[in-house]
Structure formats: C-alpha cells, structure tokens
C-alpha cells in the first residue's frame, strides 16, 4: 500500500504540471483510493478571486409593450474540459439560468 501512495503521489505531482490549471479535483478523480481529508483539499485550493461580468444595457422600455422592462443577456460555456477533453466544462453562473430557461 505505501508503494502505491508513494507512486500515485509522483504521479500526482506529475498529473499537476500537465494539467492547465494544476486541478486537484482532477488527480482525486484520477487516484480515487487516496485518502486526501477535504481540510487538505481547502488548503491547496488557490484563493478564491472576484470575477467580474460584463453588462449590456438598453434604452428602458414602457411597461406596457408586451415584453419585460428588462433582460438579462449571457452566454453559456459548452465546451470540454482542458483538463479532460472527455468532460464538458459548464460553469454555474450561465449553465444555471441557460437550464431554467429550457
């Protein structure tokens, strides 16, 4: 058993310099037998950081028109994953509200 900790912690740090972004969730998917506490997992993860969006803006509209005073305009990521082609990358923030309206 430690070999295979020691090989498949190798691996891992291997795994991270191939990987875009250096993803830990990756290599847990990878090595779902290592016992990683999620403490641990918090602790390596990069600081969170602020994203900002851009906003589109329109001359208001009357009420009475038949349509909404107002939109809400975004787009939607379907694309692979960089850390595996086989995994589509769907972000919360434009999948979320793009399956509400569906």
């Known amino acids: ?45 990069p600081a969170m950081r602020m994203h900002t969006y851009p906003i589109a803006s329109a001359p208001p509209r009357a009420a009475g028109e038949g349509v909404p005073p107002f939109s809400l305009t975004f787009s939607v990521l379907d694309k692979p994953a960089w850390s595996n082609p086989r995994i589509l990358f769907l972000r919360i923030a434009s999948n979320y509200p793009a399956d509400l309206a569906s």
């Open 1 to 45: 058993m430690q070999g295979k900790l020691v090989e498949a912690t190798v691996s891992s740090s291997h795994a991270i310099k191939q990987t875009e972004a250096g993803r830990k969730s990756d290599l847990l998917e990878r090595f779902p037998d290592i016992s990683f506490p999620f403490r641990m997992f918090l602790a390596l993860a």
